[in-house]
T-cell receptor
Framework: DQQVKQNSPSLSVQEGRISILNCDYT??????FLWYKKYPAEGPTFLIS?????DKNEDGRFTVFLNKSAKHLSLHIVPSQPGDSAVYFC??????????????FGKGTLLTVNP | KAGVTQTPRYLIKTRGQQVTLSCSPI?????VSWYQQTPGQGLQFLFE???????NKGNFPGRFSGRQFSNSRSEMNVSTLELGDSALYLC???????????FGQGTRLTVV
């Protein structure tokens, strides 16, 4: 039972364009959502997060949108750069750092940004 | 500020052996979580420790265990290794009251 789903295994975009990575979840108890970027043979790097009380959070070129009624979130990268090429993971948690803390990850989307 | 440090980076073990992996969290972070990454299953939660107590556990057999020390450093142990235990094992630390986990570079375990 996959509670966090990233339905696109890969995405290819041109440098300078927008990259949109999507994520769906099924567990209504999820309260906090995060995006991570991962290069091969390295640990995931935290990018940006959003609480369920918000519908948008922005940090530089990265914006995360949350549609709670649709149980859907997306990560927008504008403009995309070749260095953004990596696997992107969506993750969700039932609360913010409480006793039930754990991250449930999607299976990732490989983003390739072509020069 | 130093990041999360995991040792060793690479490990090769034989089926049936046991292994211990080590993790030093970011200074001031008291929560340490462990994850297993495999090509087929993605990143899966193993367990989480806070103040030397296991607070949460994923769906892994009892061969997988862990502990946390008073300085927040953590170890995980896998006994009676199986070929399917070959994976990247990732440790992450989190500040009290926060959800953002910061990961180490992982330990690549190969069971032959």
């Amino acid at each position: 039972d996959q509670q966090v789903k990233q339905n696109s295994p890969s995405l290819s975009v041109q440098e300078g364009r927008i990259s949109i990575l999507n994520c769906d979840y099924t567990n209504s108890m999820f309260d906090y959502f995060l995006w991570y970027k991962k290069y091969p043979a390295e640990g995931p790097t935290f990018l940006i997060s959003i609480s369920s009380i918000k519908d948008k959070n922005e940090d530089g070129r990265f914006t995360v949108f949350l549609n709670k009624s649709a149980k859907h979130l997306s990560l927008h990268i504008v403009p995309s750069q070749p260095g953004d090429s990596a696997v992107y993971f969506c993750a969700a948690s039932p609360n913010s750092g409480g006793s039930n803390y754990k991250l449930t990850f999607g299976k990732g989307t490989l983003l390739t940004v072509n020069p | 500020k130093a990041g999360v440090t995991q040792t060793p980076r690479y490990l090769i073990k034989t089926r049936g052996q046991q292994v211990t992996l080590s993790c030093s969290p970011i200074s001031g972070h008291r929560s340490v979580s462990w994850y297993q990454q495999t090509p087929g299953q993605g990143l899966q939660f193993l367990f989480e420790y806070f103040s030397e107590t296991q607070r949460n556990k994923g769906n892994f057999p009892g061969r997988f265990s862990g502990r946390q020390f008073s300085n927040s450093r953590s170890e995980m142990n896998v006994s009676t290794l199986e070929l399917g235990d070959s994976a990247l094992y990732l440790c992450a630390s989190t500040r009290v009251g926060r959800t953002e986990a910061f990961f180490g570079q992982g330990t690549r375990l190969t069971v032959v």
